[in-house]
């Protein structure tokens, strides 16, 4: 089965003369087809070890194995192909182009992979995830007509146009209404059961049982605390 797995990430910051390990042989592991949840305090560490997982930040220890391969030796190049094809990064905080409308923001990761179709089957593609993120009305809007919880749509969007094996998500529901975030919820399950691979970070604990497995990131290690979730209620 393919799998996206780290294995023993350290990882050191300076903040102003203090070094601070964020990460402590984290390891971990992420199946297709699987729904996985990571908690964490604030500060925990759980942005920096999804960009280490997506190739956007080297780890100072351990690696990072992708369908077996260590992506953390990989070229620059190598890991933005990596990114265009297998792993799809969903931040927590990231703008759209104001440039773009909606629907070109959505079909931008397409045009950057080197994908061949016409501009107008992109377009299509995009459009078509717009509507199964609950964005289509949006289609044609500028980012700054949108709220909130309307550009996490579009994002989602855009994370998926690529159709990753991978997608790792960093608090996408927070700050979204209830049933904001239960509509992202159905969106990860039907991607689990399309076969992608789903890791998401959150702070509700109220979105728990939806995961097949809920891991926890702590004094920068990670830990399984699914059946502790199970018994809690």
């Known amino acids: 089965m393919e ?5 023993g990430l350290c990882k050191r910051f300076l903040r102003g003369k203090r070094e601070v390990k964020v990460l402590q042989d984290a390891s971990l592991c992420l199946g297709r087809g ?4 990571l908690t964490g305090e604030s500060g925990s560490g759980k942005t920096t070890l999804l960009k280490i997982l997506a190739g956007l930040l080297k780890p100072d220890g351990g690696r990072v194995l992708v369908n077996g ?3 953390t030796v990989f070229t620059e190049d190598e890991r933005c192909d990596l990114r265009r094809s297998v792993i799809s990064y969903l931040p927590q905080q990231l703008g759209l182009l104001e440039a773009l409308t909606a629907v070109q923001n959505v ?3 397409a045009m950057f992979s080197g994908d061949k179709a016409q501009c107008k089957e992109l377009y299509s593609r995009a459009t078509a ?3 199964r993120t609950g964005a289509l009305a ?3 809007a500028c980012p700054a007509e949108l709220s909130g919880g309307e550009t996490k749509r579009v994002l989602l969007a855009r994370a998926l146009m690529t159709a990753p094996r991978f997608l790792l998500a960093d608090e996408p529901t927070a700050d979204l209404d209830r049933e904001s975030a239960a509509d992202f919820l159905r969106l990860f399950a039907a991607l689990r059961a399309q076969g992608t691979g789903v890791l998401v970070v959150t702070h509700d604990w109220s979105q728990l049982r939806a995961a097949d497995r809920v891991l926890q990131l ?3 290690t990670v830990r399984d605390v699914t059946q502790e979730i199970g018994n809690s209620g």
């Open 69 to 71: 391969r260590d992506s």
């Open 34 to 37: 699987e729904l996985v949840f």
């Open 218 to 220: 702590r004094e920068g």
């Open 107 to 109: 079909a931008l990761p």
């Open 129 to 131: 995830l717009l509507d």
């Open 138 to 140: 949006l289609r044609d």
């Open 3 to 7: 799998e996206l797995r780290a294995e």
